[in-house]
T-cell receptor, first 115, second 113 residues
Framework: AQKVTQAQTEISVVEKEDVTLDCVYE???????LFWYKQPPSGELVFLIR??????QNEISGRYSWNFQKSTSSFNFTITASQVVDSAVYFC????????????FGSGTRLLVRP | GAVVSQHPSRVICKSGTSVKIECRSL??????MFWYRQFPKQSLMLMAT?????????EQGVEKDKFLINHASLTLSTLTVTSAHPEDSSFYIC?????????FGQGTRLTVV
């Protein structure tokens, strides 16, 4: 069965600190996609990244970086030099490579960046 | 990226009434749409998958007679919460599939009083 685990319920850091959000997934499929979304207090979901199971290259986008490790079934997200505007709930999600592409979300990690 | 418009963003209704939520794709045609529900401080849970022109597929534990989904066109899907009760108060968000990517609406915060 598919499952996404975000063990960190809440993280609090001081501005400019680096922070890593963990995500561990379970799937039996060899083809799947992994996602990260940001949900600010307003509620909408902001797409951050999608990674397919055949691409294990790490990715960097500005202050954001992602580390995909198939060996440990993890897809961790690091924010470098955090800012107050990064405060939000972050969700990791999985979709399996069938025709549905429905997302299975982790429980989310609430990040609070204090000035 | 594709734009998905969801309305209303907030709605308060009386217990026993029905509420309709619309999800429109503004610049693409979506054969498949998804409806999620998110209770306060919890994750998003898939309620149903909607395919244009056919009946929706509901996830286990979701009452299809209570949550009516209509996907009458390639740009519009609606979710109607029938005979709403306070326990239906939640954040409802739609997602539309274009190619291999899911685009989300802004969400609807439903409060049943």
């Amino acid at each position: 069965a598919q499952k996404v685990t975000q063990a960190q319920t809440e993280i609090s850091v001081v501005e400019k600190e680096d922070v890593t959000l963990d995500c561990v997934y379970e799937t039996r499929d060899t083809t799947y996609y992994l996602f990260w979304y940001k949900q600010p207090p307003s509620g909408e979901l902001v797409f951050l990244i999608r990674r397919n199971s055949f691409d294990e290259q790490n990715e960097i986008s500005g202050r954001y970086s992602w580390n995909f490790q198939k060996s440990t079934s993890s897809f961790n997200f690091t924010i470098t030099a955090s800012q107050v505007v990064d405060s939000a709930v972050y969700f990791c999600a999985l979709s399996e490579g069938d025709s549905s592409y429905k997302l299975i979300f982790g429980s989310g990690t609430r990040l609070l960046v204090r000035p | 990226g594709a734009v998905v418009s969801q309305h209303p963003s907030r709605v308060i209704c009386k217990s026993g009434t029905s509420v309709k939520i619309e999800c429109r794709s503004l610049d693409f045609q979506a054969t498949t749409m998804f409806w999620y529900r998110q209770f306060p401080k919890q994750s998003l849970m898939l309620m149903a998958t909607s395919n244009e022109g056919s009946k929706a597929t509901y996830e286990q534990g979701v009452e299809k007679d209570k949550f009516l989904i209509n996907h009458a066109s390639l740009t519009l899907s609606t979710l109607t919460v029938t005979s709403a009760h306070p326990e239906d108060s939640s954040f409802y968000i739609c997602s539309q599939l274009m190619n291999t990517e899911a685009f989300f609406g802004q969400g609807t915060r439903l409060t049943v009083v």
